[in-house]
C-alpha cells in the first residue's frame, strides 16, 4: 500500500505535536505555581505603575506647591520694598527666602545687572535662552541641566519710579524623580522577591491542597479484580473531588456488575454443560455394566449422538454469540426474500408440527439486504420455539409486511401463557428460559434448549441494524424481527 502524502504530512505533524510539551502534561502543583506566579506578578506591576503614577502627581504637586510659595514670597518681599533704592539696599532679603533649600534657587537682577545671583548653571542658563525666552509668572519652563532637571520661571517687577527688576524662582525636581527612580528599582526587587516567595508558598499550599489527590491514588491502589465491591472512601474526599470519586465508584460498579456477568456467564456454560456429559458418563456406564447384544449398545451409541449432537449446537451456539460479541461476523448483504425463506423454514418443521396437530400460517412477502444464512437461522430458532411452546393443536402465524423507507417487520405468534415485559425481555439473555421450558422439556424431550435461541437471534438482528422484540397479548406471544431499511453505507 501507497502512502498519500498528505496522509504523511498529517502524521509528521501528529508526531511533532506528540513531542512538543503539552500544557497538559505539565503537573498540576507546576501548574498553580505557575498561575499563581504570573497572578501576584500582574499584581505588582499594577500596583507598582499606580504607586508611581500616584507619587509622580504628588511629587509634582509638591514641586508645584513650592515654586508658587517662593514666587508669592518674592513678590512679597519686593511689593514691601516698594522703591527701587530699597531694592537695591535690601536685595539680600531676596536671597534669603531661599536659604537652607538647596535645591530651589532664587535670583534678581536689574538689566544685565544681578543684584541677586543664582547658581551658575541657572544664570548661563537664563543668558543662553534670553531673558524674554523664560516663562513669565504664572507659567514656568522645564530645563535640562547635565542631568538635572529644572522649573524656572521668571517674575517681572516695575517699581513706582519706573524701574523693572526680573526675579528668577527655580525648582530643582530631580531630587523627585531621582527617589522615583530608586522607589521604582526598590519595588522592582521586591516584585521578584515576592514572585519567587509566592511560588515558595505556592508551592507548599498547591502540595498540601493536592493531597487528597494522592490519598484517592492510594484508595484506588488497593482495588482489585475481586475488591471492586469496595468503593474509594467517600467521606475524605473533600468538596471538589466528590464528583471524581463519584465518577469512579459508579465505574467500579459498572465494572463489577461486568464482570458478576461474566463470572455468571461461565458458571452457566459450565452447568449447561454438566447435564449432557452427566447423561453420556451414566448411559456409557450403564451401558458397561454388564454383556450386551449389539442392538442394545447400538441403541446406547444412537442415545449418546443425541446428547453429542446437544452438546455440539450449544458449543456452536456459543461460539457464533461469542464472535458476534466481538465483531468478528462479518454479514453478507444479498438479496433476502423473506416470504420465501419463512416459507421453506416452515416446510422443514412440518414433520414436527404434523406431529403436534399444529399448524403454520405465512402471510405477506417483502425483501431485504442481508445476510440469507443467517436471517434462516434466526427464523429456524423463532419457529422451532413456536412449535416447541405453543399448544397442541394450534395455530402458528408469520406475518411479513413491508414498513415506510423500505424497513421489514416479521411476527412470529403462538398461543402462550400472559408474560410480564420484564419476563419477556430476561427470555433473551443467555441461557435464560421461561417458566414454560421445563414443561415443555418433560412433554417433548426436545434435543433443543440452552437457552440461546432467542440470544442468537437478538444477535443476528443487531448485526443487520435492526432488533427484535417480544410481546405477549391476548392469549398469544409475539416475536417482532425489525429490518431497517436501505442505509447509506
Ligand atoms: N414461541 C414461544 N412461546 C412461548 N414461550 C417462548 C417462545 N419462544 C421462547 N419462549 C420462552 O423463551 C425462553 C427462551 O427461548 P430460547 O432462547 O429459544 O431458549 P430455549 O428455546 O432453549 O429454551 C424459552 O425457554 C421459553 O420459555
Ligand atoms: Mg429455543
Sequence with gaps: MTRSPAAGGASAARSLRERLPRPSRLSLAARLVLLFAVGTSLLLVALGIGLTLLLRTQLEARDRE?????????LFALRELGSAERIEASAARIGNITVGHPHLQVGLREGRRWLVRPMEEIVALVDAHGNDNIPHLPRYGRYQLDHDIWWLRRIDFVTADERTFVAYIGVH???AQHLMERLLGSLLVAGVLG????????????RRGLAPLQNIAREAERVTADRLGEPLRLEDA??????????????????????????????????ELRTPLNNLMLQTQVSLSRERTAPEYQEALHSNLQELEQLQRMVSDMLFLARADRGMLAIRREPVDLGAEAA??????????????????????????GDRGMVRRALTNLLSNAVRYAPHGTAIHVEIRAERRGAVTVE???????????????????????????????AKRSADGAGLGLSIVASIMRLHGGDVQAESASGRVCFRLRFPGAQPD
Design 66 to 74: 513650592e515654586i508658587d510659595g517662593k514666587t508669592e514670597a518674592a
Design 412 to 442: 412470529v405468534s403462538n398461543p402462550a401463557e400472559p408474560m410480564s415485559p420484564e419476563e419477556l425481555s430476561r427470555l433473551f439473555s443467555r441461557f435464560a428460559r421461561g417458566s414454560n421450558a421445563a414443561a415443555a422439556h418433560a
Design 344 to 369: 421453506s423454514v416452515a416446510e422443514f418443521f412440518e414433520p414436527a408440527v404434523a406431529e403436534h396437530g399444529q399448524r403454520i400460517v405465512v402471510r405477506g412477502a417483502a425483501g431485504i439486504e
Design 195 to 206: 514572585v519567587m516567595a509566592s511560588a515558595l508558598i505556592g508551592w507548599f499550599i498547591v
Design 238 to 271: 473533600p468538596e471538589e473531588l466528590r464528583g471524581l470519586v463519584g465518577s469512579i465508584n459508579r465505574m467500579l460498579e459498572r465494572l463489577q456488575a461486568s464482570f458478576r456477568a461474566l463470572e455468571e456467564f461461565s458458571a452457566d456454560i459450565a452447568h
Design 173 to 175: 525636581v530631580s531630587p
